[in-house]
């Protein structure tokens, strides 16, 4: 899990795909952080991404370091963390939230990837696979 967060942590930005009614959607993300444990990811509960997040809770993230020529891609069911705890470790992890979320707002959310595959691989043909 520490690879992976660390190869998130390198491309900055990821794409999270989820479904709505059937279609995917896919939008750029920037949180990523390690708690208890876990990777857990953050939005807000009043963007169509949570909801969507609630009713199939099945996600894929993908991110691509054009420095190394290598993409990565995690397959995880993503699991809700009410805790105030976990959610102001994240915002404490990304201080540029400050202003947008709270931990008591009642607006953000953070949640951790269960059962996840992540599968690395390159131009070169290299490929590896964690589970975590």
């Known amino acids: 899990m520490q690879e992976v967060y660390e190869f ?3 491309c900055n930005v ?4 989820t479904v709505d009614g059937g279609k995917p959607r896919v939008r750029p993300f920037g949180t990523y952080h ?5 990777l857990y990811i953050q939005t807000g509960k009043s963007k169509d991404v949570s909801k969507q997040l609630l009713a199939n809770p099945n996600v894929e993230i993908s991110a691509f370091d054009g420095e190394s020529g290598a993409w990565i891609r995690i397959a995880a069911t993503v ?6 705890e976990a959610i102001q470790s994240m915002l404490d992890a990304f201080p ?3 202003g947008r979320y709270a931990a008591d707002d009642g607006n953000t959310q953070v949640l951790w990837l269960k059962d996840a595959t992540a599968t690395i691989e ?7 696979v964690v589970n975590f």
């Open 96 to 98: 540029m939230l400050e």
């Open 34 to 38: 390690l708690y208890g444990g876990r």
């Open 14 to 17: 990821y794409y999270l795909a």
């Open 79 to 84: 699991v809700d963390d009410p805790r105030v």
């Open 122 to 128: 390159s131009f070169s043909g290299e490929k590896k």
């Open 8 to 10: 998130l942590k390198k």
